[in-house]
């Protein structure tokens, strides 16, 4: 019953609270009760999930639960069943522990708020369909969690549903996530037509003895592992908004911001990182799109940093992160990195939703201000926000000291990363480019994030002082989520990078390969390589370096050189420094005023309008569809189909009748005249019939 609980216990809330706590049925649930019942029974998930990991992760005790007979149609098998292993237990742990605490935060933030018990059944709906995807034993039931989960983040998207922009931008992020979810929909369909079976089990199985089968295709013919690995990979570029599929996530900012923290953190936007792990035996004999993926990866990893850098409001900011640190997960599962994919998406779960909830925190305290041009000098008026956006900051960074277990959670993932690229280097040049891409990105992550530190908290206050006179520390049921958020962004990279990374024990036990830095040592080049090797305390091999000025830099550790580990550092440290000289030693003020007087120049207003791409899109595919849709309405609908059919057929009648109707004149003559030619038309017929 474990799993049992932790999957339907946020469906429960969500039936309840949606039925019985709205404004029909009021006369059996309050407010309170909805919020306590839906948050209570997430935060019974919440724990659970947590003894699940330590169940499966550490114990090794897998599950198979089956719930019900669900497809049986011809060849066709799709239980309801869960898939318990290390890769979902990690899963349930991140959902449910994110969207308990982005509801137990919801109370403070949405306490203005009239519909609340709609506002938190669509979050506990959100988070069943989330668990179905991940629980999920076949490719139907994760398609079936991964539509839920397309429908629940509509709802939350355009919760404000009589605000114009919030009903744009959910159906933009429907329809976008439609477009890729064609690609998963051929995909699922191409794996029941090569393997028979949509079962996990099955199809991973039967994976070598089709390695080599070929499909024909939009008139040519692919490799049946390629051609699944890249339609799956359509939809996961949806979900989890990579380059071209990217355009609703900002967008999704329109929601209140519990929403943007639950789907940008932890839920939605990872769903397609988990589908390339949960499939990675189809990834592993797909060089071409893995190669694809770590590129296409770097490259959105690099896009979106480089937006992030002049956006000025503060969700847009950090949504445009969420964005960047996702490309970091899908080079890492390019190059074959899947446990470094899943090590930074659980640290970025929590370091990521506790930015979003700071942000949140702000943006309550300033009554509902998001332009950073109009914060600053805020910090002694929200302490507790301050020093929890120093801690998100400092883990999104990656601050840490290399060749230790010293360091902020995305010290350890990132930096994972960024090493998993290295050691592909050699054998792949989309791996060579991911890891120099990852290196760029990361300068600009540190320059982003801390001018938005520097926007918000320091300096003089650039909006109205009324606002900043009444501007409080948001409440203890907002600052909760905080406090242990912070812990996670504190201490979740150093706890459990032996584990992910295989370090220790048999963590995966087989739900994912392992790639730790170790594994990698031989890929270095030979100069790197020291003649001697000591062991450090921690049972890591680091060897002298060979000498020189410079050597040091040269000597291996973890696997690594040395220059390889501090890189990523220096990159955090900079970024740092030049946000440090232009927004604190410098003039916020003055750097306002100059853009507002001179428009930036042509590269600002380049990445303000984020690459023109929702412009391109709009003058191309949007405005070619409504062309198409009009003449299909106009000339298709209303002139063929409605002209010549039902319209059509009332127009002749109308047309018939009104002729007729003129035989009515009054006059006897008239009507004697029609009787008369119906007595010789009847004549006629009659004589003709006895002639015959």
Same mark, same amino acid.
């Given at each position: 019953?474990?799993?049992?609980?932790?999957?339907?216990?946020?469906?429960?809330?969500?039936?309840?609270?949606?039925?019985?706590?709205?404004?029909?049925?009021?006369?059996?649930?309050?407010?309170?009760?909805?919020?306590?019942?839906?948050?209570?029974?997430?935060?019974?998930?919440?724990?659970?999930?947590?003894?699940?990991?330590?169940?499966?992760?550490?114990?090794?005790?897998?599950?198979?639960?089956?719930?019900?007979?669900?497809?049986?149609?011809?060849?066709?098998?799709?239980?309801?069943?869960?898939?318990?292993?290390?890769?979902?237990?990690?899963?349930?742990?991140?959902?449910?522990?994110?969207?308990?605490?982005?509801?137990?935060?919801?109370?403070?933030?949405?306490?203005?708020?009239?519909?609340?018990?709609?506002?938190?059944?669509?979050?506990?709906?959100?988070?069943?369909?989330?668990?179905?995807?991940?629980?999920?034993?076949?490719?139907?039931?994760?398609?079936?969690?991964?539509?839920?989960?397309?429908?629940?983040?509509?709802?939350?998207?355009?919760? @404000?549903?009589?605000?114009?922009?919030?009903?744009?931008?959910?159906?933009?992020?429907?329809?976008?996530?439609?477009?890729?979810?064609?690609?998963?929909?051929?995909?699922?369909?191409?794996?029941?037509?090569?393997?028979?079976?949509?079962?996990?089990?099955?199809?991973?199985?039967?994976?070598?003895?089709?390695?080599?089968?070929?499909?024909?295709?939009?008139?040519?013919?692919?490799?049946?592992?390629?051609?699944?690995?890249?339609?799956?990979?359509?939809?996961?570029?949806?979900?989890?908004?990579?380059?071209?599929?990217?355009?609703?996530?900002?967008?999704?900012?329109?929601?209140?911001?519990?929403?943007?923290?639950?789907?940008?953190?932890?839920?939605?936007?990872?769903?397609?990182?988990?589908?390339?792990?949960?499939?990675?035996?189809?990834?592993?004999?797909?060089?071409?799109?893995?190669?694809?993926?770590?590129?296409?990866?770097?490259?959105?990893?690099?896009?979106?940093?480089?937006?992030?850098?002049?956006?000025?409001?503060?969700?847009?900011?950090?949504?445009?992160?969420?964005?960047?640190?996702?490309? @970091?997960?899908?080079?890492?599962?390019?190059?074959?990195?899947?446990?470094?994919?899943?090590?930074?998406?659980?640290?970025?779960?929590?370091?990521?939703?506790?930015?979003?909830?700071?942000?949140?925190?702000?943006?309550?305290?300033?009554?509902?201000?998001?332009?950073?041009?109009?914060?600053?000098?805020?910090?002694?008026?929200?302490?507790?926000? @301050?020093?929890?956006?120093?801690?998100?900051?400092?883990?999104?960074?990656?601050?840490?000291?290399?060749?230790?277990?010293?360091?902020?959670?995305?010290?350890?993932?990132?930096?994972?990363?960024?090493?998993?690229?290295?050691?592909?280097?050699?054998?792949?040049?989309?791996?060579?480019?991911?890891?120099?891409?990852?290196?760029?990105?990361?300068?600009?992550?540190?320059?982003?994030?801390?001018?938005?530190?520097?926007?918000?908290?320091?300096?003089?206050?650039?909006?109205?002082?009324?606002?900043?006179?009444?501007?409080?520390?948001?409440?203890?049921?907002?600052?909760?989520?905080?406090?242990?958020?912070?812990?996670?962004?504190?201490?979740?990279?150093?706890?459990?990078?032996?584990?992910?990374?295989?370090?220790?024990?048999?963590?995966?036990?087989?739900?994912?390969?392992?790639?730790?830095?170790?594994?990698?040592?031989?890929?270095?080049?030979?100069?790197?390589?020291?003649?001697?090797?000591?062991?450090?305390?921690?049972?890591?091999?680091?060897?002298?370096?060979?000498?020189?000025?410079?050597?040091?830099?040269?000597?291996?550790?973890?696997? @690594?050189?040395?220059?390889?580990?501090?890189?990523?550092?220096?990159?955090?440290?900079?970024?740092?420094?030049?946000?440090?000289?232009?927004?604190?030693?410098?003039?916020?003020?003055?750097?306002?005023?100059?853009?507002?007087?001179?428009?930036?120049?042509?590269?600002?207003?380049?990445?303000?309008?984020?690459?023109?791409?929702?412009?391109?899109?709009?003058?191309?595919?949007?405005?070619?569809?409504?062309?198409?849709?009009?003449?299909?309405?106009?000339?298709?609908?209303?002139?063929?189909?409605?002209?010549?059919?039902?319209?059509?057929?009332?127009?002749?009648?109308?047309?018939?009748?009104?002729?007729?109707?003129?035989?009515?004149?009054?006059?006897?003559?008239?009507?004697?005249?029609?009787?008369?030619?119906?007595?010789?038309?009847?004549?006629?017929?009659?004589?003709?019939?006895?002639?015959?």
């Amino acid at each position: 019953m474990l799993y049992q609980i932790i999957v339907f216990a946020p469906l429960l809330g969500a039936i309840i609270a949606g039925l019985l706590g709205t404004r029909f049925g009021k006369q059996f649930l309050n407010e309170k009760f909805s919020m306590s019942l839906t948050t209570g029974l997430l935060f019974v998930s919440a724990l659970l999930s947590w003894v699940a990991l330590f169940k499966v992760g550490f114990g090794h005790n897998e599950a198979q639960v089956d719930v019900l007979r669900w497809m049986d149609v011809g060849d066709m098998k799709a239980n309801w069943a869960f898939k318990i292993d290390t890769l979902t237990a990690v899963m349930l742990v991140v959902v449910n522990s994110v969207s308990a605490l982005v509801h137990l935060y919801s109370w403070g933030y949405m306490e203005d708020d009239n519909y609340k018990p709609r506002f938190f059944a669509y979050l506990s709906l959100f988070t069943f369909a989330m668990l179905m995807l991940v629980t999920s034993d076949n490719f139907i039931q994760l398609f079936f969690g991964w539509e839920g989960v397309g429908l629940a983040s509509y709802l939350l998207i355009g919760y @404000y549903y009589k605000k114009p922009s919030a009903n744009a931008a959910a159906i933009k992020a429907f329809v976008t996530n439609r477009v890729g979810d064609v690609g998963l929909a051929l995909g699922v369909m191409t794996i029941f037509l090569v393997f028979g079976s949509v079962e996990f089990d099955t199809v991973f199985s039967a994976i070598a003895d089709n390695a080599d089968r070929r499909l024909p295709f939009l008139g040519m013919e692919f490799n049946a592992m390629e051609l699944i690995a890249a339609l799956l990979f359509i939809g996961a570029m949806g979900k989890s908004a990579q380059f071209v599929l990217h355009v609703w996530l900002p967008d999704a900012m329109e929601g209140p911001t519990p929403v943007s923290a639950l789907i940008h953190a932890a839920t939605m936007v990872t769903a397609g990182v988990f589908l390339v792990c949960r499939a990675h035996p189809i990834y592993e004999v797909a060089p071409i799109t893995s190669g694809f993926i770590t590129a296409m990866g770097a490259f959105t990893a690099l896009f979106a940093a480089t937006v992030a850098l002049v956006q000025n409001d503060i969700k847009r900011v950090i949504a445009y992160s969420t964005c960047s640190q996702l490309g @970091y997960m899908f080079f890492a599962a390019g190059v074959g990195a899947y446990n470094a994919a899943m090590f930074h998406l659980f640290t970025h779960a929590f370091f990521k939703a506790l930015l979003f909830l700071c942000a949140g925190s702000v943006i309550h305290a300033l009554h509902h201000e998001q332009d950073m041009r109009q914060m600053g000098g805020i910090r002694k008026k929200v302490p507790w926000t @301050y020093a929890a956006m120093i801690i998100g900051t400092l883990a999104i960074t990656g601050i840490g000291i290399p060749g230790t277990s010293i360091g902020f959670a995305g010290f350890f993932s990132k930096d994972a990363i960024i090493e998993a690229a290295y050691s592909g280097a050699a054998e792949s040049n989309a791996a060579a480019f991911a890891f120099w891409i990852g290196l760029v990105a990361a300068l600009m992550t540190s320059f982003y994030s801390w001018r938005l530190i520097f926007m918000t908290f320091h300096g003089n206050f650039r909006g109205d002082h009324h606002t900043l006179d009444h501007a409080h520390e948001s409440p203890w049921v907002m600052r909760l989520p905080l406090v242990l958020l912070s812990l996670g962004a504190v201490f979740a990279g150093a706890i459990f990078y032996k584990y992910f990374m295989g370090n220790t024990g048999d963590f995966w036990h087989g739900a994912l390969p392992i790639a730790a830095g170790d594994h990698h040592a031989a890929l270095a080049p030979e100069y790197m390589v020291a003649a001697a090797e000591t062991h450090a305390s921690d049972g890591h091999h680091a060897e002298p370096h060979p000498g020189g000025l410079f050597g040091w830099l040269f000597a291996k550790v973890h696997g @690594y050189p040395f220059w390889v580990l501090l890189l990523p550092l220096v990159m955090s440290v900079t970024g740092f420094v030049i946000a440090w000289f232009m927004y604190i030693r410098g003039s916020v003020e003055d750097k306002i005023a100059t853009i507002e007087e001179t428009g930036g120049g042509v590269m600002y207003r380049f990445l303000l309008n984020k690459w023109y791409i929702d412009e391109l899109y709009d003058a191309t595919i949007v405005k070619f569809t409504k062309f198409l849709g009009d003449k299909f309405w106009k000339i298709g609908d209303e002139k063929i189909i409605d002209g010549y059919g039902p319209n059509g057929f009332a127009k002749l009648a109308a047309n018939t009748s009104k002729r007729l109707s003129k035989i009515q004149s009054g006059y006897l003559y008239h009507y004697a005249f029609i009787m008369l030619l119906g007595v010789a038309v009847l004549i006629v017929v009659a004589f003709r019939g006895i002639g015959g």
